[in-house]
């Protein structure tokens, strides 16, 4: 292991249980062999059980083991816990055994390290990155992950004066009791995952709890753009019980920060001043983007960051991967990779930044499907459909937009190719962002965007293809 690996210490020489073997279960199970616990492993795949017992981890079927005897059960996000619990986790809980998350592990280990969490329906990824970037450029020692690229007991250990940017999932705050964030951020609230939380009342509860354990020396970041975020800054400001600032990219925002006729403007202290124009951060295209911006500004700012230093930062910024991703320009065509939107809420804020679009949708949907996108459909020339819910998107879009069903990635990139070509329509842009998780055709949004960029890249003819985001 590692010299400066995260160690989780074992208590009575007891086991631990790890269910769940993919990026933040194998994580959580070298931090525990790294403080000395003995890990029974698990996942219910082959592939991930193999590429544990190669990493050392031994394997244990936690379906038919003596939870008597583990100390904690620590359950990747991927698996559920609520409503309707995994049957592994059911006999754990049946036995007393406590189930918890990777995060509640690194917070117990790192108890004085400085937190920010970010969470929120949309936007926790670029937030996250944007924080982690801000704090750099300011000399800050930082470590950036949780659900978002490295997984938390994957980071190094950072102790005082050090701070954890962490993407904290719905699933991941469910199971997380220790953790005090100093900065707490929560973007906005749209209905997703609501089959694992029982409904939109259970997916509330467990995205509020990045504010529990906060204090009054500690900072709540609210977006205010949604009925959810604002009736949630409403309560907490009123409590009064930590400091509690409002963002917004539509409306000002008195006592907190905002995007006014797209400049980022301070009211932290209830003098407006502006600090720059968005237009010049040029990877954070789209208000959805501007509201993901000003939490971030509003997040450094409370850790005592200069104004222009956060402007300077974001300015640098150099933007995630299959987030309105530029792939390539190819006979005037940008081809723009959007992956990660798994929703409609996240699709239409891609929609909403172009104005000539070659959409390609589909795959598994979320609850809701495509409700909420009508006001988007004069701006899509055509929609390439794609994965299980062609059908019903073609249902839902036709006639008020061309339908095509493609069925497949690679048959909609280049029928959207071939028509966006022949039709030589300004400003025209070949637009993934599928409005539905990636399952029923890829491992993840990732494989699919990644897939897209090859396709693209298959194509010929770019005229550029450096990662950036559009437009």
Request: glycine fraction near 10%.
């Amino acid at each position: 292991m590692s010299g400066d690996a995260i160690r989780i210490p074992c208590p009575d020489g007891r086991p631990a249980a790890v269910f769940g073997l993919a990026r933040t279960g194998l994580a959580a199970a070298r931090a525990l062999m790294a403080g000395g616990c003995e890990v029974w492993g698990w996942d219910d795949r082959d592939d991930r059980r193999a590429e544990a017992a190669a990493a050392g981890i031994t394997l244990v079927d936690l379906a038919r083991c003596d939870w008597s005897r583990p100390w904690a059960l620590v359950l990747s996000p991927g698996v559920p816990f609520r409503p309707a619990p995994h049957p592994v986790v059911e006999r754990a809980a049946a036995a007393g055994c406590p189930v918890v998350s990777d995060i509640e592990l690194l917070a117990r280990a790192q108890p004085e390290a400085r937190y920010i969490g970010v969470t929120g329906t949309n936007g926790k990824s670029t937030t996250t990155a944007l924080v982690g970037h801000i704090l750099r450029s300011a000399g800050r020692r930082v470590e950036v992950g949780g659900n978002l690229g490295t997984a938390a007991l994957a980071l190094a250990p950072l102790g005082r004066g050090g701070t954890y940017v962490l993407e904290l999932s719905s699933y991941q705050l469910d199971l997380t009791r220790s953790l005090a964030c100093n900065v707490a951020v929560l973007l906005n609230i749209t209905p997703d995952h609501l089959d694992r939380h029982g409904g939109m009342e259970g997916y509330i509860a467990a995205k509020l709890r990045i504010f529990r354990n906060q204090t009054g020396r500690d900072t709540a970041v609210i977006g205010i753009d949604d009925r959810y975020g604002e009736a949630i800054f409403t309560e907490i400001a009123a409590r009064q019980h930590q400091a509690a600032v409002p963002v917004s990219s539509r409306r000002a925002a008195p006592g907190g920060v905002y995007v006014e006729r797209g400049r980022l403007i301070d009211d932290l202290s209830d003098d407006p001043v502006p600090v720059m124009d968005m237009a010049a951060a040029t990877t954070l295209p789209g208000a959805h983007n501007w509201q993901n911006a000003a939490a971030a500004y509003a997040a450094c700012r409370s850790l005592g960051i200069a104004g222009s230093v956060i402007a300077a930062a974001m300015r640098s910024y150099p933007g995630l991967p299959h987030r309105q991703e530029l792939v390539a320009t190819i006979d005037g065509i940008r081809f723009v990779n959007d992956s990660k939107a798994t929703n409609a809420d996240a699709a239409g804020k891609a929609l909403a930044c172009y104005e000539t679009i070659y959409w390609i949708v589909g795959g598994r949907p979320k609850e809701g499907g495509l409700a909420g996108l009508e006001p988007f459909h004069p701006r899509i020339a055509h929609a390439f459909l794609i994965g299980e819910s062609m059908e019903a998107f073609a249902a839902a879009l036709a006639p008020a937009v061309p339908v095509h069903r493609c069925g497949t990635l690679d048959a909609a990139v280049a029928q959207a190719f071939a028509l966006a070509r022949s039709e030589s329509r300004p400003g025209a842009v070949v637009l993934l962002s599928p409005a539905c998780a990636s399952f029923d055709q890829f491992a993840n949004f990732e494989e699919r965007g990644e897939a897209f960029r090859r396709l693209v890249h298959g194509l010929g003819g770019a005229d550029a293809a450096s990662r950036g985001s559009a437009p």
